[in-house]
T-cell receptor, first 114, second 113 residues
């Protein structure tokens, strides 16, 4: 089955700086890679995703890159703000057109220092 | 109500009790999922339902019993749980045809005493 490793487990950055979270996956058949943000007391919220037919996707201050050969993908947050503080999870799955469960990384606690 | 809702939000139960968690999605999706979130561990997929049929059961102990009466509702029936079952139980939904873009509810925080 799929195995997803996520690093770092905790990341502290100054407000305004950039943050990068990295994940690797084991199953070369995986083709869908979402990123979730989880705030205290809430469920995970989908913030961006990427499919294996593209190498990069951007949405305002958030971008995700995918390297299929190396089997790793990364989340980039620029111009960080206090509201970006949360736990971020990467995930991977083979999206075959049915209902497919996600395999998650262990999460990164992102702390934005004022 | 919009999105995915879960009730109750918090539950404390003894090891001999029987309780049920409820999930409802208002997104018109036809696939629903149960995940378990424990401290220091990744979210673990428990069950997957597509078009009201169970399509995946990830070696979950029989003390957890899912039920999907229709595409909008999902239940998790609990009986004779163990303290190590204490966790946040999350429900999610998606369109079965696309098999992705899962949307999560707020979760039920379960404590087994």
């Amino acid at each position: 089955g799929e195995n997803v490793e996520q690093h770092p487990s905790t990341l502290s950055v100054q407000e305004g700086d950039s943050a990068v979270i990295k994940c690797t996956y084991s199953d070369s058949a995986s083709n869908y890679f979402p990123w979730y943000k989880q705030e205290l007391g809430k469920g995970p919220q989908l913030i961006i995703d990427i499919r294996s037919n593209v190498g990069e996707k951007k949405d305002q201050r958030i971008a995700v890159t995918l390297n299929k050969t190396a089997k790793h993908f990364s989340l980039h947050i620029t111009e960080t703000q206090p509201e970006d503080s949360a736990v971020y999870f990467c995930a991977a799955t083979y999206s075959g057109g049915g209902a497919d469960g996600l395999t998650f990384g262990k999460g990164t606690h992102l702390i934005i220092q004022p | 109500e919009t999105g995915v809702t879960q009730t109750p939000r918090h539950l404390v139960m003894g090891m001999t009790n029987k309780k049920s968690l409820k999930c409802e999605q208002h997104l018109g999706h036809n696939a629903m999922y149960w995940y378990k979130q424990s401290a220091k561990k990744p979210l673990e997929l428990m069950f997957v339902y597509s078009l009201e049929e169970r399509v995946e059961n990830n070696s979950v102990p029989s003390r957890f019993s899912p039920e999907c009466p229709n595409s909008s509702h999902l239940f998790l029936h609990l009986h004779t749980l163990q303290p190590e079952d204490s966790a946040l139980y999350l429900c999610a939904s998606s369109q079965a045809k696309r098999g992705d873009e899962q949307y999560f509810g707020p979760g039920t925080r379960l404590t087994v005493t």
